[in-house]
């Protein structure tokens, strides 16, 4: 293994077929399925508006986001196949509860508000996350960070061009969008994880270059990002909390709450089950799609 | 790793052509003419895009009620793409109907605010007066436009799409078969549309004829997978083609004298092809039962009970081509049938002035199952609930 150390200390990546710790291997399968998991399940709350979108416009754009992430969930799951993983074992384990994805999901999407608060603060709390991620010192998912994070930044941009297009509508329209940042905010900042004091892997993350930076250094780059976006747009951001705190050079703000998180991923969210089900469903509905295509190509190997 | 620096990759945004048509980005009739020619009847171009744009629109709205549905990631990112190309082919087309002739758009008494008619160029005394260049792309500043003033305006009546766009998808296999006879037809037709009199359509079906055969594509190999797979699928794929048939019939009714007539032929053949290969077999007539009118279930993806599949199976392919033409021929009504009346008699009097037949409740007339209720109540909902709404 002096070779992966030696690998890790230039800074350059591991690739596949490099020898790599079994922990290494297994840490990287599951970063990587839980992100291709998220992308997946993250379908699910935009995509109820698809058919719903109040525009054709919108219709398109949002149609596109989805289908998009479609894609990432694919090469992710793909990345994650470089390592030795199989795609149908880890959506298995998925759909069975044993492999997590980002507790961001089991809120609900109430009204249109919330595709453009989606954009803006999940997708933009993503890419504080994720542009780290491209400098992975594992080879293929540095590579596929790149392009995902290219496009979530344009996920963003539409996102927040949609509440900009709203503040400016009716007054209706404008309580839409103070409602759904009120209701997103706090769990956008739990995307970053627990506070770091709680955060065990971080540390050996950090060692293997998997993770740059710990989670509390992103949820304040999150927050600074955040704060003149919402006064451009006009709304409040819901934490009495928040001020310019001139001597960090940050802003103060308040503690989410982190047993809301625990609840939320240990499946105790509004809408764990229901993302579940329905990913559950497709699967199975799938089945026999999936069976039949097999055995098309095994006929036609022969 | 400077060579992959995922900031510098952030602000590149020079890369829009990576968007599918139709999401805003750039002008996919850009340097194509608007002006309508001389000579081009504009209340005819106007409801043949009109019924055009109401296929594409209300059959990629079938296709988004798959979304996260899909057997696999790879058809999750197929289906979005051939709803995604659908949805920007009637955009465009409902734009262009709206201008060619203020007469297809609702009146403002029956749209709503959130949706107010905006036809680019109302018909003027002048029938040859340039139209302001406004294609439905890249100009996010004004809420109000002539594809949504259609789209979202218009009760069932109004819409002009055939039922085979309508009905709901029991199962995959149903889904593959539509959109086999959808994108088959409408491949065939918008081929002989290219060299139309209008530069816009003709550019739109220039377009439109490279994303169809992506989606014919798409559908056939999907039908021959299943057709050919196991006993399951086979049996699933034989009872979809058998509820597909009865809804071919009204293809044949086509009242737009700008429709291409010569479509007919190629279609059978590319069905007969694909079917044979599937080792599917074509049913010889129309089942008694006039499914085309049944009202759909409106979940996507309900399981499919199929009863009379294993009746109808056989393992004799008839003579494929002409298993098409007899069951086209024999429920032909387009002859028979009163012309259409727009602007006439209003929406409502449309129908009851039909003697009802099943061959004379045609889309193309504006007579639907109630699957297309069920669609608008889902699809213009949110835009007619928040008056004055912008977005």
Sequence with gaps: MLDFEDTIARDQRIEPRDPMPEAYRKTMIRQIAQHAHSEIIGMQPEGEWITRAPTLRRKAILLAKVQDEAGHGLYLYSAAETLGADRGDLTTRLIEGRQKYSSIFNYPTLTFADVGVIGWLVDGAAICNQVPLCRSSYGPYGRAMIRICKEESFHQRQGYELLMTMMRGTDVQREMVQDAVNRWWWPSLMMFGPPDGDSPNTAQSMAWKIKRHTNDELRQRFVDMSVPQAVSLGVTLPDPALRWNEERGHHDFGTPDWDELKRVISGDGPMNAARITRRRQAHEDGAWVRAAAAAHARKKAS | ?391
């Design chain 2, 1 to 391: 790793m400077s060579f992959d620096d995922a900031y510098g990759a952030l602000t590149d945004h020079d890369d829009d052509t990576r968007w599918a048509y139709g999401t805003g980005f750039a002008d996919p009739l850009a340097g194509v003419p608007a002006a309508i020619p001389p000579g081009v009847d504009r209340a005819a171009l106007a409801e043949y895009c009109l019924m055009l744009g109401d296929d594409a629109l209300i059959m990629s709205h079938r296709l988004q009620q798959w979304v996260t549905l899909a057997p696999e990631l790879e058809d999750e990112v197929a289906i979005a793409n051939i709803a995604l190309d659908l949805l920007g082919q009637a955009r465009l087309l409902l734009t262009r109907a709206a201008e060619a002739s203020a007469d297809v758009a609702p009146a403002p008494a029956a749209a709503s605010s959130a949706a107010a008619p905006a036809p680019v160029a109302a018909s003027s005394a002048a029938g040859d007066a340039p139209v302001a260049a406004s294609s439905a792309a890249g100009d996010a500043s004004t809420g109000a436009r002539g594809e949504d003033a259609l789209a979202f305006g218009r009760g069932p009546a109004e819409f002009r799409n055939v039922q085979l766009v309508e009905r709901a998808d029991a199962d995959f296999a149903h889904l593959v078969a539509r959109l086999l006879a959808f994108a088959t037809w409408r491949l065939a037709v918008l081929d002989r549309l290219r060299d139309t009199a209008d530069p816009i359509l003709a550019a739109v079906a220039t377009k439109a004829v490279k994303e169809l055969t992506y989606h014919r594509e798409y559908a056939a190999h999907w039908v021959v997978r299943l057709g050919d797979g196991t006993d399951e699928s086979h049996s699933r794929m034989q009872s979809a083609i058998d509820a597909l048939w009865p809804l071919l019939a009204e293809l044949d009714h086509e009242p737009s004298p700008l429709a291409p007539t010569t479509w007919r032929p190629e279609f059978n053949a590319i069905l007969s092809q694909v079917l044979t290969a599937a080792t599917v077999a074509e049913p010889a007539a129309a089942p008694a039962e006039s499914s085309a009118a049944a009202p759909a279930e409106s979940s996507a993806a309900a399981p499919a009970e199929s009863s009379a599949a294993d009746a109808s199976l056989s393992t004799e392919a008839p003579d494929a081509v002409s298993a098409v033409d007899d069951a086209a021929e024999m429920s032909l009504p387009g002859a028979t049938l009163p012309p259409t009346h727009r602007g006439g008699g209003g929406g409502g009097a449309r129908a009851a002035n039909f003697e009802i037949s099943p061959l004379a409740e045609s889309g193309r007339d504006g007579v639907h199952t109630p699957a297309l209720a069920e669609i608008l109540d889902e699809m213009q909902g949110l835009a007619r609930s928040v008056p004055g709404g912008v977005w």
